[in-house]
C-alpha cells in the first residue's frame, strides 16, 4: 500500500497542472504579502483567494484524475490486492499531493510573512479544506462512470459550497430578520466546510467586530475551546462521511 502511494504521488507531482496551480499559488501568495503594507490585510486578501481556488483545483483535479486512472484501477483490481485498500491508496496519494503544492505555493510565503498561530492555522485551514474537496470528489467520481457527468457533479459542488450557499444564507436572514435566526446561522454553517473555514479564520484575525450580532454570536460558540473542538470534529466529518460513502460504493460496484 505505502508503495502505491508513493507511485501514486510521485506521478501527481509530475503533473503540469499540479505545477501550474503551486505557481499560481505561489505568485499570488507572494504578490499579496508585497503589495500590503498590513499584514491582516494580507491575510484576509489570501484567505478569499485560497478560499476559492483550493476547493476548485483540489475537486476538479480528484475527479479528472480519477477517471484518467480507470485503466489502473482496474488492473490493480486484477492483482491480490484488497479494494478498500486501492481507494485508500488513491486518497491518500491525491490528498498528500495537493497539500504539498498548497503548502509549497502558500504555506510557505504565509509562514514567513506571518509566522504566528493565525499563519500556521490559515495553512492548516489550506491543508483540510484540500482533502475535503479530494473526499467530494470521489464521492462524485462513484456516483457515476460518465467522465462529463462526474466533472458536472463536481463543478456544481464547488459552486454550491463557495458561492450559492452564502447568498443561500444572505437570503434566509433578509427573509427572517424580524426572528432571532443567529443561533440557528451557527448550525447552517456546519453544512458548509468552507464557510467553517473562513469564519475560524475571521474570528481568530479579531475582525468579529465587523460581523455584527451575528459576529458576537460566532465568537461566543468558535472562540471557545468547546467550539474548536465541534469545528474541528464537523471538519474531520466532511472528510470521513463523503469518502466512507464512496469506499462503501466501490466496494459493490461491478467493475
Same mark, same amino acid.
Given at each position: 500500500?505505502?508503495?502505491?502511494?508513493?507511485?501514486?504521488?510521485?506521478?501527481?507531482?509530475?503533473?503540469?497542472?499540479?505545477?501550474?496551480?503551486?505557481?499560481?499559488? @505561489?505568485?499570488?501568495?507572494?504578490?499579496?504579502?508585497?503589495?500590503?503594507?498590513?499584514?491582516?490585510?494580507?491575510?484576509?486578501?489570501?484567505?478569499?483567494?485560497?478560499?476559492?481556488?483550493?476547493?476548485?483545483?483540489?475537486?476538479?483535479?480528484?475527479?479528472?484524475?480519477?477517471?484518467?486512472?480507470?485503466?489502473?484501477?482496474?488492473?490493480?483490481?486484477?492483482?491480490?490486492?484488497?479494494?478498500?485498500?486501492?481507494?485508500?491508496? /488513491?486518497?491518500?496519494?491525491?490528498?498528500?499531493?495537493?497539500?504539498?503544492?498548497?503548502?509549497?505555493?502558500?504555506?510557505?510565503?504565509?509562514?514567513?510573512?506571518?509566522?504566528?498561530?493565525?499563519?500556521?492555522?490559515?495553512?492548516?485551514?489550506?491543508?483540510?479544506?484540500?482533502?475535503?474537496?479530494? @473526499?467530494? @470528489?470521489?464521492?462524485?467520481?462513484?456516483?457515476?462512470?460518465?467522465?462529463?457527468?462526474?466533472?458536472?457533479?463536481?463543478?456544481?459542488?464547488?459552486?454550491?459550497?463557495?458561492?450559492?450557499?452564502?447568498?443561500?444564507?444572505?437570503?434566509?436572514?433578509?427573509?427572517? @430578520?424580524?426572528?432571532?435566526?443567529?443561533?440557528?446561522?451557527?448550525?447552517?454553517?456546519?453544512?458548509?466546510?468552507?464557510?467553517?473555514?473562513?469564519?475560524?479564520?475571521?474570528?481568530?484575525?479579531?475582525?468579529?467586530?465587523?460581523?455584527?450580532?451575528?459576529?458576537?454570536?460566532?465568537?461566543?460558540?468558535?472562540?471557545?475551546? /468547546?467550539?474548536?473542538?465541534?469545528?474541528?470534529?464537523?471538519?474531520?466529518?466532511?472528510?470521513?462521511?463523503?469518502?466512507?460513502?464512496?469506499?462503501?460504493?466501490?466496494?459493490?460496484?461491478?467493475?
Amino acid at each position: 500500500m505505502i508503495r502505491l502511494i508513493k507511485l501514486i504521488i510521485l506521478d501527481i507531482l509530475k503533473n503540469r497542472i499540479m505545477i501550474i496551480y503551486m505557481m499560481v499559488l @505561489a505568485l499570488l501568495s507572494w504578490g499579496v504579502f508585497s503589495l500590503e503594507d498590513n499584514s491582516t490585510k494580507g491575510l484576509l486578501t489570501l484567505l478569499n483567494i485560497v478560499l476559492m481556488i483550493v476547493p476548485l483545483v483540489s475537486i476538479i483535479f480528484s475527479t479528472i484524475y480519477q477517471y484518467n486512472s480507470s485503466e489502473f484501477v482496474e488492473l490493480l483490481l486484477s492483482q491480490p490486492i484488497e479494494r478498500n485498500k486501492i481507494w485508500l491508496s /488513491l486518497f491518500i496519494g491525491l490528498s498528500i499531493s495537493l497539500i504539498l503544492a498548497f503548502v509549497i505555493g502558500a504555506g510557505i510565503p504565509l509562514i514567513i510573512f506571518e509566522c504566528s498561530t493565525i499563519g500556521f492555522m490559515m495553512v492548516g485551514i489550506g491543508c483540510l479544506v484540500s482533502i475535503i474537496f479530494v @473526499a467530494i @470528489a470521489f464521492l462524485s467520481v462513484i456516483l457515476t462512470r460518465d467522465k462529463a457527468k462526474g466533472i458536472g457533479i463536481s463543478i456544481m459542488c464547488w459552486l454550491f459550497f463557495a458561492l450559492l450557499f452564502d447568498g443561500i444564507v444572505l437570503f434566509l436572514m433578509f427573509q427572517f @430578520a424580524e426572528y432571532p435566526i443567529e443561533k440557528a446561522m451557527v448550525g447552517i454553517t456546519a453544512l458548509n466546510p468552507i464557510t467553517l473555514s473562513r469564519i475560524l479564520i475571521l474570528l481568530h484575525l479579531d475582525v468579529s467586530a465587523m460581523m455584527g450580532y451575528t459576529g458576537a454570536i460566532f465568537k461566543d460558540f468558535f472562540g471557545t475551546t /468547546l467550539g474548536l473542538m465541534i469545528t474541528f470534529f464537523l471538519i474531520i466529518m466532511w472528510i470521513f462521511i463523503p469518502f466512507y460513502i464512496s469506499l462503501v460504493k466501490f466496494k459493490k460496484m461491478d467493475l
